[in-house]
T-cell receptor, first 114, second 112 residues
Framework: AQSVTQLGSHVSVSEGALVLLRCNYS??????LFWYVQYPNQGLQLLLK??????LVKGINGFEAEFKKSETSFHLTKPSAHMSDAAEYFC????????????FGKGTMLLVSP | DGGITQSPKYLFRKEGQNVTLSCEQN?????MYWYRQDPGQGLRLIYY???????QKGDIAEGYSVSREKKESFPLTVTSAQKNPTAFYLC???????????FGQGTRLTVV
């Protein structure tokens, strides 16, 4: 069984501040890990993914995430928030075995103030 | 352009009526998925299909039905048995031996 916990349903930052969105996972086998972003009334867009290569993964729009096996974490960061980063972010996990359904966290809404 | 098309974007239905949501992909992906999204609950898996003419129930399949007659198409029917059908529905597909899923733009269903 696998599960994902995202700490904080809402995170507020000021424009230019560091963004940190937390994700912890539980998986009985080594997982793939993903971060997706969703803008209002839109589908999900992949930000970045970890597929057992480099533990520090760089994604689009200046985001990156670090896979820490000892902490079972995959936190998302961005050094400087922009107003356009305001959206909902989802962490997801799937086992490394052929077709595997993704299990999603409940999401974190990022609010960016000027 | 390759992608996943969901239609319609907004759908209104009266209580007790069945309604079918369309999902079409031209990415040549074998696997397709339907998720339901409610505020604060993330995405919950309704049904998935890894091959034509075969599909599996997800975590919340009750009150829903699907078909997979063509590789490109995976329609979802919300039946009158679904007690709380008002939600945002997302369709996704996944390539062979793939990792991430690719999502459509969603259909917002409102039952009045």
């Amino acid at each position: 069984a696998q599960s994902v916990t995202q700490l904080g349903s809402h995170v507020s930052v000021s424009e230019g501040a560091l963004v940190l969105l937390r994700c912890n996972y539980s998986s009985s086998v080594p997982p793939y890990l993903f971060w997706y972003v969703q803008y209002p009334n839109q589908g999900l867009q992949l930000l970045l993914k970890y597929t057992s290569a480099a533990t520090l993964v760089k994604g689009i729009n200046g985001f990156e995430a670090e896979f820490k096996k000892s902490e079972t974490s995959f936190h998302l960061t961005k050094p400087s928030a922009h107003m356009s980063d305001a959206a909902e972010y989802f962490c997801a996990v799937s086992p490394i075995s052929g077709y595997s359904t993704l299990t999603f966290g409940k999401g974190t809404m990022l609010l960016v103030s000027p | 352009d390759g992608g996943i098309t969901q239609s319609p974007k907004y759908l209104f239905r009266k209580e007790g009526q069945n309604v079918t949501l369309s999902c079409e992909q031209n990415l040549n992906h074998d696997a397709m998925y339907w998720y339901r999204q409610d505020p604060g609950q993330g995405l919950r898996l309704i049904y998935y299909s890894q091959i034509v003419n075969d599909f599996q129930k997800g975590d919340i399949a009750e009150g829903y039905s699907v078909s997979r007659e063509k590789k490109e198409s995976f329609p979802l029917t919300v039946t009158s048995a679904q007690k709380n059908p008002t939600a945002f529905y997302l369709c996704a597909s996944q390539p062979p031996a793939g990792t991430e899923a690719f999502f459509g733009q969603g259909t917002r269903l409102t039952v009045v």
